[in-house]
């Protein structure tokens, strides 16, 4: 029996729109699948082999792309929430679908992370540890919550955004749990686990241990975020196993047609049956499914939503089309 995991992706995503009025974040594409594909892939690739997606805002849109999970070599769940009650609350929810024993890892839906996961899994059962963290320093922590450790790398503080964090080490999105752990979750109550549930376990001196990994990690809850996720798995910036094979630096999905005089640059992915006339540059840009970019077209870091049909000769950058 391997690990089970969380997978939480019921948020609203109400800083990426246009993009999440009809699509939720977590399945919006970035290098040409579903975002949480790519999460889906590195968490069997770590060991796992149940996944429960914890879903709520468009919940019915989940289970038609990744059914039981079996053509994505991993067993697939859904815990639905009728109403959001937080981070804590919806892992509380998901747990109860949980099957075998032992450490879960609880991913957050919108975090690319290139970090070791399976060395966290390790360094978890190597500390004995009730809770283990993927922590990551960024440059500036004003903007998340900073984490400060002792020198056995043991959680001993979190701090809320601050003009003048202790630390540069921030809470990444990524933690093990041991099931007792859940049982510390209210039941029926909106509920943080970062802001509410883990201080408290430090305050009550569970085993709380911070796994340091400055790899590749971006939160993908901005449009600039997410083409910059999208880019970078196109030009091989991170890798990840379900980003379709392709040959350059752009992405060119099945059926779609290309003119020849067309330039495709910076890590640009142009959907399955999309077309692309002649003399047009598409920098950087996701162009959905079926959509048509007219002749000569100049879009650079741009969303077209599929079947759009772009009028010849627009010049956009950073802009939504058919949203």
């Given at each position: 029996?391997?690990?089970?995991?969380?997978?939480?992706?019921?948020?609203?995503?109400?800083?990426?729109?246009?993009?999440?009025?009809?699509?939720?974040?977590?399945?919006?594409?970035?290098?040409?699948?579903?975002?949480?594909?790519?999460?889906?892939?590195?968490?069997?690739?770590?060991?796992?082999?149940?996944?429960?997606?914890?879903?709520?805002?468009?919940?019915?849109?989940?289970?038609?792309?990744?059914?039981?999970?079996?053509?994505?070599?991993?067993?697939?769940?859904?815990?639905?929430?009728?109403?959001?009650?937080?981070?804590?609350?919806?892992?509380?929810?998901?747990?109860?679908?949980?099957?075998?024993?032992?450490?879960?890892?609880?991913?957050?839906?919108?975090?690319?992370?290139?970090?070791?996961?399976?060395?966290?899994?390790?360094?978890?059962?190597?500390?004995?540890?009730?809770?283990?963290?993927?922590?990551?320093?960024?440059?500036?922590?004003?903007?998340?919550?900073?984490?400060?450790?002792?020198?056995?790398?043991?959680?001993?503080?979190?701090?809320?955004?601050?003009?003048?964090?202790?630390?540069?080490?921030?809470?990444?999105?990524?933690?093990?749990?041991?099931?007792?752990?859940?049982?510390?979750?209210?039941?029926?109550?909106?509920?943080?686990?970062?802001?509410?549930?883990?201080?408290?376990?430090?305050?009550?001196?569970?085993?709380?241990?911070?796994?340091?990994?400055?790899?590749?990690?971006?939160d993908i809850g901005t449009p600039a975020a997410l083409l910059k996720a999208s880019q970078d798995?196109?030009?091989?910036?991170?890798?990840?196993?379900?980003?379709?094979?392709?040959?350059?630096?752009?992405?060119?999905?099945?059926?779609?047609?290309?003119?020849?005089?067309?330039?495709?640059?910076?890590?640009?992915?142009?959907?399955?049956?999309?077309?692309?006339?002649?003399?047009?540059?598409?920098?950087?840009?996701?162009?959905?499914?079926?959509?048509?970019?007219?002749?000569?077209?100049?879009?650079?870091?741009?969303?077209?939503?599929?079947?759009?049909?772009?009028?010849?000769?627009?010049?956009?950058?950073?802009?939504?089309?058919?949203?």
């Amino acid at each position: 029996m391997g690990l089970s995991a969380i997978l939480l992706v019921g948020g609203f995503g109400t800083r990426l729109q246009p993009l999440t009025l009809k699509v939720p974040k977590p399945m919006l594409l970035v290098a040409g699948v579903p975002f949480i594909e790519h999460q889906i892939a590195r968490a069997r690739e770590a060991g796992v082999s149940e996944i429960i997606l914890a879903t709520a805002f468009l919940a019915e849109v989940f289970e038609p792309y990744f059914g039981d999970g079996s053509s994505f070599g991993i067993s697939i769940k859904y815990a639905v929430e009728s109403t959001p009650l937080g981070t804590g609350g919806a892992i509380l929810n998901a747990s109860k679908a949980l099957t075998g024993e032992g450490p879960v890892v609880i991913f957050n839906g919108d975090v690319l992370s290139g970090h070791d996961l399976v060395g966290q899994i390790a360094f978890h059962q190597s500390h004995n540890a009730d809770l283990t963290l993927y922590l990551t320093g960024v440059p500036d922590a004003r903007p998340f919550g900073a984490v400060e450790l002792d020198p056995d790398l043991r959680v001993i503080a979190f701090n809320e955004k601050m003009e003048n964090p202790p630390t540069n080490i921030i809470n990444a999105g990524c933690y093990i749990f041991n099931r007792e752990v859940f049982d510390q979750i209210p039941a029926n109550k909106v509920v943080s686990v970062e802001r509410e549930i883990f201080p408290k376990l430090v305050s009550e001196d569970y085993r709380i241990y911070g796994f340091v990994d400055n790899s590749y990690w971006l939160d993908i809850g901005t449009p600039a975020a997410l083409l910059k996720a999208s880019q970078d798995m196109v030009i091989g910036e991170i890798y990840s196993s379900a980003v379709p094979d392709h040959e350059s630096d752009s992405m060119v999905l099945p059926g779609a047609m290309v003119s020849p005089t067309a330039a495709l640059v910076n890590g640009c992915v142009i959907g399955a049956r999309a077309i692309v006339e002649s003399n047009c540059v598409i920098d950087g840009s996701i162009i959905g499914n079926g959509a048509i970019i007219g002749e000569g077209c100049v879009l650079r870091n741009c969303f077209v939503a599929e079947n759009f049909e772009v009028p010849a000769a627009s010049l956009a950058e950073f802009s939504y089309f058919g949203f």
